[in-house]
């Protein structure tokens, strides 16, 4: 079983739809949680962290279930420049040499959102 | 304007040959990351720093190298040990801080190394 597992897609889907993507995480002591962002051939931006309570950013709602170890990225009103890969990150407490935490990134879910 | 940058954006490289990859921050960030990404793959990271003079083996660190002699540098060299180069190389910075705490890693724009 991968530690960070995405539908890697692609999801089409029509302009103004709500979608949604799920990810589930191996390591139940996993800490943090972050959404990030990467466009075609360029690097991961971050998006969203995910809290506990779940928060939203404009059209962008990321929800946490621990219970269920899975987080979500809700899209409502999806617009073309929607359309990337979306990169679910856990930090799963693994502590590195010297310090930190390592982050574990899934492989990816690909939107395209289309006309 | 902050950030990371990387250069070069694409890379050639020959057979048997060392290339070297350039990542600098002017973040003020303690911790910088090299990280690799593979068609279907998530990222893997190849080495890590969380201070200057001070640098760690990620999962897949065999035939890399890395220095960190300044805290906004951290230069990825590919050797020729690696065989299987050709993939899109990302350096990632954060604040740094202590086990448990929140490490957002902010990334530059990458490199794309590509065997001739």
């Known amino acids: ?115 | 304007d902050g950030g990371i940058t990387q250069s070069p954006k694409y890379l050639f490289r020959k057979e048997g040959q060392n290339v070297t990859l350039s990542c600098e921050q002017n973040l003020n960030h303690d911790a910088m990351y090299w990280y690799r990404q593979d068609p279907g793959q998530g990222l893997r990271l190849i080495y890590y720093s969380q201070i200057v003079n001070d640098f760690q083996k990620g999962d897949i660190a065999e035939g890399y190298s890395v220095s960190r002699e300044k805290k906004e540098s951290f230069p990825l060299t590919v050797t020729s040990a690696q065989k299987n180069p050709t993939a899109f190389y990302l350096c990632a910075s954060s604040i740094g801080g202590f086990p448990g705490q929140q490490e957002t890693q902010y990334f530059g724009p990458g490199t794309r190394l590509l065997v001739l």
Not at chain 1, 33 to 54: A, H, N, T
Not at chain 1, 86 to 113: A, E, H, P, S
């Open chain 1, 1 to 115: 079983r991968k530690e960070v597992e995405q539908d890697p897609g692609p999801f089409n889907v029509p302009e103004g739809a709500t979608v949604a993507f799920n990810c589930t995480y191996s390591n139940s002591a996993s800490q943090s949680f972050f959404w990030y962002r990467q466009d075609c051939r360029k690097e991961p931006k971050l998006l969203m962290s995910v809290y506990s309570s779940g928060n939203e950013d404009g059209r962008f709602t990321a929800q946490l279930n621990r219970a269920s170890q899975y987080i979500s990225l809700l899209i409502r009103d999806s617009k073309l420049s929607d359309s990337a890969t979306y990169l679910c990150v856990v930090n799963m407490l693994r502590i590195l040499t010297g310090g930190g935490n390592k982050l574990t990134f899934g492989t990816g879910t690909q939107l395209k959102v289309e006309l």
